[in-house]
Nanobody
Framework: QVQLVESGGGLVQAGGSLRLSCAAS????????MGWFRQAPGKERGFVAG????????YYADSVKGRFTISRDNAKNTAYLQMNSLKAEDTAVYYC?????????????????WGQGTQVTVSS
């Protein structure tokens, strides 16, 4: 069982930066792939970024490539999402997720555990 708690969301101006953190409980964090997803009002939840259990492989949605960076620190049981050059369209609730991904980090069905979400609002 893994419990995930996101933090770091907030209000930022367009062009600014935020770093989201996802703290995990349990001793098996390092065996899980991690993902970040987001859901804007009136839209479905969508993939943002993913990282393999070792951190050796990362994956990004086209809309955030070059602006967002996913990372993890297995010693601290924490995953991160560094978000730079934020745009108004990045406004959403951001969720982190953990799972033993078999096929694609982009699929929400690959993840077994989810955090409660953190709000990111980018003002234009």
């Amino acid at each position: 069982q893994v419990q995930l708690v996101e933090s770091g969301g907030g209000l930022v101006q367009a062009g600014g930066s935020l770093r989201l953190s996802c703290a995990a409980s349990g001793r098996t964090f390092s065996t899980y792939s991690m993902g970040w997803f987001r859901q804007a009002p009136g839209k479905e939840r969508g993939f943002v970024a993913g990282i393999s259990w070792s951190g050796g492989n990362t994956y990004y949605a086209d809309s955030v490539k070059g602006r967002f960076t996913i990372s993890r620190d297995n010693a601290k049981n924490t995953a991160y999402l560094q978000m730079n050059s934020l745009k108004a369209e990045d406004t959403a609730v951001y969720y982190c997720a953990a799972g033993r991904v078999r096929f694609s980090h982009e699929r929400s069905s690959e993840y077994d555990y989810w955090g409660q979400g953190t709000q990111v609002t980018v003002s234009s």
